[in-house]
């Protein structure tokens, strides 16, 4: 199984909101990724075998030193298997390469060993305003 990583890669929305919602448990919605990630992202990963995306992450920023993790998504039957992993080491070489000092995520609980364990993140303080 050989799977390619590219770093802002081309995608359609169709098959983003699809592996958005088998990811995060929801009905298939019709978000224009495209026009999203075009206009607030300092880029996104592609993860495809034999062409087919298989995995996804996006990487918001705030124009400066500091870049976010958001959504990341791998397509079920690759699960495991560490597709989620390298599209999270490709999307923090992106941020680096972008002169990116900070790359934050946040996560329910049961991730944590993913987060912290497999993609190196460390744990810190923060704060949520539900709004």
Same mark, same amino acid.
């Given at each position: 199984?050989?799977? %390619? /990583? ?25 978000? $224009?990724?495209?026009?999203? %990630? ?16 298989? &995995? +996804? ?8 030193? !500091?870049? =976010? ?8 039957? +690759? ?5 989620? #992993? ?7 070489? &992106?941020?680096? #390469? ?5 790359? !934050?995520? $946040? =996560?329910? $609980?049961?991730?944590?060993? +993913? /987060? +912290?364990?497999?993609? &190196? =993140?460390?744990?810190? $303080? ?6």
């Amino acid at each position: 199984m050989t799977i %390619t /990583y590219e770093w802002r890669g081309n995608f359609d929305n169709e098959r983003v909101n699809a592996l958005h919602a088998q990811s995060f448990e929801h009905p298939p919605e019709a978000i $224009d990724w495209l026009a999203r %990630t075009h206009r607030h992202s300092l880029g996104w990963v592609c993860a495809r075998q034999d062409g087919e995306l298989v &995995g +996804f992450v996006n990487v918001a920023w705030d124009g400066g030193d !500091h870049a =976010f993790v958001l959504d990341t998504m791998v397509a079920e039957d +690759f699960r495991g298997a560490g597709v989620g #992993t390298e599209l999270v080491h490709t999307a923090a070489r &992106g941020a680096r #390469t972008a002169r990116c000092a900070w790359l !934050h995520v $946040d =996560f329910e $609980d049961h991730l944590q060993a +993913f /987060y +912290f364990d497999a993609c &190196g =993140f460390k744990p810190t $303080d923060a704060g949520l305003l539900a709004l």
